[in-house]
């Protein structure tokens, strides 16, 4: 007789260890700031922390309240990209070119080509780097890929007001595209192995809601709020293509917040919310057992009911006679092995019930997180100005 071959069994995929979690972490982070550096150079603006309207007042120390300038904030990530490079041994970007980002406080980016000097450089370094990191994993280089692309959809982003805002590879309706934004959820969820479960879920939710379509069209286009029927009160700080420009920076803002663990997913809900979640899944769950009880025990009940009507109509207990007490004795073992039997299954059952419980009360806060880590793209301007 021919043996039937066996199909070999699969392995289940190794999830990585903390170190290869980390360093994926790091990786993305670094795209991230990349992006985000160059961002900040091509948009930026002279202004100042801690502004006041007594010149001979003495401002509160600027990171006492996060209160940084363009200049300051632009310093933050640049020194992160460095700090990242090293955590990763990788060689951060030759001095002194990226160097001139920062002159006595200020960027030296008042040029076209100092800007596009220096894009050359993080250009060269950043693909060099990638390459370093593809071939020591390639889970780092995508990661590196994933963190900037999320990063571009706003600071590659032309600014409101110039046509480049509405037609182009650095229009909102190019980097909010659907079918972009759908790759990137579906690369936040290959991360959910190195990152929290909470964050690539709440990212690819608000992801979601970003995807250019003919409402967000309106905006971007429209010269004013009246165009667009929607009353504003007072007078209005900025226009709708501009409000929609600070939406996404408020989001990316929270992406980054994520993605920096500069707030976790869980710090978006509040103790009592995670114990309400917990009393209502506890809740539901405890119904749901009992309801299964009940239809179990109707089946039963209704099953041995059938059974003792088929015996009575049948005569079959008269006909058995003396060897009723063997027919007992055989049911007593029956039982009894049912018995161990059951115990097992209930077991299984008590675990199932549990994850079930678990699964619900994450189902819940999940939603919760999803919810406050979304930034409305139809914000309007609030009063003070935000």
């Known amino acids: 007789m021919i043996a039937r071959r066996r199909k070999p069994v699969e392995a289940p995929p190794e999830l990585p260890t903390v170190s290869e979690a980390s360093d994926v972490q790091r990786a993305l982070r ?11 150079l091509r948009v930026y603006q002279p202004e100042f922390a801690n502004k006041r309207n007594d010149p001979n007042e003495l401002p509160r120390f600027s990171y006492s309240n996060s209160d940084l300038s363009s200049a300051q904030q632009l310093e933050v990530s640049y020194r992160r990209l460095v700090e990242l490079a090293a955590a990763l041994d990788v060689q951060p970007p030759a001095e002194p070119d990226v160097a001139a980002i920062l002159d006595g406080g200020a960027p030296a980016s008042g040029d076209a080509e100092t800007r596009k000097r220096i894009h050359g450089v993080l250009e060269a370094w ?8 593809n071939v020591r994993s390639a889970a780092l280089g995508r990661a590196m890929t994933y963190g900037g692309s999320l990063a571009d959809t706003y600071w590659y982003m032309a600014l409101p007001g110039s046509p480049a805002f509405l037609s182009g590879r650095q229009s909102i309706e190019a980097l909010l595209r659907p079918q972009r934004l759908k790759r990137m959820q579906e690369r936040m969820s290959a991360l959910g192995e190195s990152f929290p479960g909470e964050l690539c879920d709440a990212i690819g939710h608000s992801l979601g809601m970003w995807m250019f379509d ?4 309106r905006w ?13 009160e007072g007078v209005p700080t900025r226009t709708p293509p ?28 509040s103790p009592g919310f995670r114990r309400r979640a917990n009393l209502l899944a506890g809740t539901v769950t405890i119904v749901m057992v009992l309801l299964v009880a009940v239809i179990v025990g109707a089946l039963v009940f209704g099953a041995f009911n059938l059974a003792l009507n088929v015996a009575n109509r049948f005569n079959v207990f008269s006909q058995i006679g003396g060897e009723l007490i063997e027919a007992i004795s055989v049911l007593v073992t029956v039982t009894s092995t049912i ?3 059951g115990a097992g299954l209930l077991a299984r059952a008590r675990r199932a019930v549990e994850q079930f419980d678990a699964w619900l009360e994450s189902m819940i806060i999940r939603r919760a997180i999803r919810r406050q880590t979304t930034i409305a793209w139809n914000d309007l301007p609030r009063r003070p100005a935000d």
Request: no cysteine.
């Open 242 to 269: 501009q409000q929609l420009h600070f939406n996404l920076f408020r989001q990316v803002r929270t992406w980054r917040d994520l993605l920096f663990e500069s707030r976790q997913p869980l710090d978006y809900v």
């Open 30 to 40: 670094l795209g991230w700031t990349v992006a985000e550096t160059f961002g900040r």
């Open 214 to 217: 003919e409402a967000k069209e």
């Open 220 to 232: 971007a286009a429209a010269s004013d709020w009246q165009t667009l029927g929607i009353p504003v």
């Open 339 to 341: 018995a161990v039997l």
């Open 126 to 133: 950043s693909r060099a780097t990638w390459i370093q990191l």
